[in-house]
């Protein structure tokens, strides 16, 4: 199929409409105005609408965005709580205790719960009064390089209007050549441009690769008389059930407007247990005596599911190439400390913002000028804040008691600990094989679900509002199916059928005595657990030509 494909140059391309993206288009918009010049600014989102693919409820630390937007609660920032009250319990089998100390990084004074997807539309409305043009729906296929091979010129779009044996549609549109001096990438975790641009640059470390959580999120309305609405709190996090100490992760419940809750269970992609299904987790999470109390009477009116790039400061990939730029999750810029990253992704777009002008101002985007970003991000507070939780990420993945060995040693020698630096291990290689006896338990019946307030996966997807078009390529390219059908079936029990929160991976039996693979992608929620946990690398995630979750109200 040859395609003409029609050009848009521009001077600053960001791929990517999440909070990084859009403080950094502001932040150029801002020196645009101020040094009087003439830039071309866009900003492709692969979401319907900005914000459409920003899950649940968060609680943003205002430091970025004060030093963004001095005024931001003047210009109408959607603030859903002002104020964090903290609550932090350890949850056991049947009970919870108030835990006894809790470090000053985990607490949240002075933070805001925010909606994300709220917020990152308020955001990009400002950038688009500033003069960005942004382009929602549009998804980057592929990266576009200059005549040396290397030097990134921009991004072509997804072509759509493509049917599933990849023949044009009458509603056929040929992807646009994006052009720009600087390409801004803030895909957010597990970028499918990005992997690309690592082949062909190599911008990971084999010995620190970035490591992953997935949070399943909800918003939940109670009602009006809720004990828990009624209580000073609004954050509350917890760690240990259902996840115990073998396995990193915890849950939360945040106070949004009205009668809403976000609430939700982040699971390390690092665990080990085959038959572990987070989405289950969450479930019994729910419905673990002291959450249920709080979210008694509720009803879910949204779903989603969402990785973080949580390995932190140690797993930061290289943040510039001759015409390109990083920001974001995409950076690893989260701290796992806090499990905050939206302040140090804005941070990051910013500062990467200020090293596009002042490159563009010298006529030279290679990356020897460009790596004032690297620098501008070592001399910044996201330094500051994220090099002392180096090892973090490492110590909360030991099993047991160990993690808090670790975790007190860091925190009494500057993150430093027993080991500086603790070995990062990527998280696809960590699953065991699954217990020949285990096979059957694939087929227990999930923690009780009521179709309200404990919803099953099918009616999560629906609450996520995901939608794509049935008619187009698959977008989960499958390296070697017998790999599925026979090797992972045997030795783990294929987990991407419990991992996946979409419930997009199904063995069949079809027919009987056939053991096939049969993939649902229009469920595809777009968190990227697949190609992250699947242990026999051997799935990859590309973007659709549109659609995906649509989160509204978290
Ligand atoms: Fe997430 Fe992959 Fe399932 Fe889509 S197919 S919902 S990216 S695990």
């Given at each position: 199929m040859t395609t003409q494909h029609e050009e848009m140059p521009l001077d600053v391309l960001f791929v990517g409409g999440g909070p990084a993206n859009l403080a950094g288009a502001i932040r150029l918009m801002q020196l645009v105005q101020e040094k009087n010049l003439e830039i071309e600014v866009g900003l492709i989102e692969k979401g319907d609408a900005i914000g459409a693919h920003c899950l649940s409820g968060a609680i943003v630390d205002p430091r970025a965005l004060a030093?963004?937007?001095?005024?931001?609660?003047?210009?109408?920032?959607?603030?859903?709580?002002?104020?964090?009250?903290?609550?932090?319990?350890?949850?056991?089998?049947?009970?919870?205790?108030?835990?006894?100390?809790?470090?000053?990084y985990m607490h949240n004074a002075g933070c805001h719960v925010i909606s994300l997807s709220r917020f990152c539309r308020w955001l990009a409305?400002?950038?688009?009064?500033?003069?960005?043009?942004?382009?929602?729906?549009?998804?980057?296929?592929?990266?576009?390089?200059?005549?040396?091979?290397?030097?990134?010129?921009?991004?072509?779009?997804?072509?759509?209007?493509?049917?599933?044996?990849?023949?044009?549609?009458?509603?056929?549109?040929?992807?646009?050549?994006?052009?720009?001096?600087?390409?801004?990438?803030?895909?957010?975790?597990?970028?499918?441009?990005?992997?690309?641009l690592h082949r062909k640059l190599g911008l990971f470390s084999d010995n620190a690769p970035q490591t992953f959580e997935t949070a399943v999120k909800e918003v939940i309305e109670l009602p009006a008389d809720s004990a828990f609405l009624a209580s000073d709190t609004t954050v509350v996090h917890t760690l240990g059930y259902p996840l115990g100490l073998a396995t990193k992760g915890g849950g939360f419940l945040y106070r949004m407007q009205g009668n809403r809750i976000a609430c939700g269970l982040v699971v390390g992609l690092d665990y080990r247990d085959s038959m572990l299904e987070p989405y289950r987790a969450f479930l019994q999470y729910k419905h673990h005596p002291f959450i249920a109390d709080m979210i008694q009477g509720g009803k879910v009116i949204q779903q989603g599911a969402k990785t973080l790039s949580s390995g932190g400061y140690l797993t930061m990939p290289r943040l510039a190439v001759d015409g390109a730029l990083i920001v974001g999750d995409s950076a690893s810029m989260l701290n796992p400390q806090r499990l905050k990253g939206i302040h140090t992704a804005m941070k990051s777009g910013m500062l990467a913002a200020e090293a596009t002008v002042s490159a563009i101002e010298?006529?030279?985007?290679?990356?020897?000028?460009?790596?004032?970003?690297?620098?501008?991000?070592?001399?910044?507070?996201?330094h500051a804040e994220n090099y002392p939780a180096r090892n973090f990420s490492q110590a909360l993945s030991k099993p047991g008691l160990a993690k808090f060995i670790h975790i007190a040693a860091q925190h009494l020698t500057g993150g430093r600990g027993f080991k500086d630096p603790m070995p990062i291990e990527a998280d696809w290689p960590t699953l065991k094989p699954m217990p020949a006896d285990k096979r059957d338990a694939q087929a227990a019946t999930p923690p009780g679900v009521d179709g309200t307030l404990y919803v099953d996966k099918l009616t999560g997807v629906y609450l996520s509002g995901t939608q794509h078009e049935e008619d187009q390529p698959c977008h989960l390219a499958i390296g070697d199916l017998r790999i599925c059908e026979e090797k992972c079936y045997e030795k783990y029990g294929n987990p991407c059928t419990r991992f996946c929160p979409g419930s997009v991976y199904e063995i069949i039996d079809d027919p009987p005595g056939n053991r096939q693979l049969k993939l649902n992608p229009s469920n595809c929620l777009h968190c990227k657990t697949c190609e992250i946990k699947d242990p026999y690398q051997n799935i990859i995630w590309n973007c659709p030509e549109g659609g995906g979750p649509n989160y509204t109200v978290g």
């Open positions: 030093e963004l937007l001095p005024d931001y609660r003047q210009k109408g920032c959607p603030l859903e709580q002002e104020r964090c009250t903290d609550q932090f319990r350890f949850l056991t089998v049947g009970g919870s205790f108030s835990m006894p100390y809790t470090p000053p409305e400002i950038a688009e009064e500033m003069g960005v043009m942004i382009f929602p729906g549009f998804a980057g296929g592929e990266i576009l390089y200059g005549e040396d091979g290397r030097t990134v010129t921009g991004v072509r779009t997804v072509d759509k209007g493509v049917d599933r044996n990849g023949e044009k549609k009458s509603n056929f549109e040929p992807g646009v050549d994006l052009t720009a001096r600087v390409t801004i990438f803030g895909e957010g975790p597990k970028g499918s441009l990005l992997r690309e010298k006529d030279d985007t290679s990356e020897k000028i460009l790596a004032q970003y690297p620098a501008s991000v070592s001399r910044s507070w996201i």
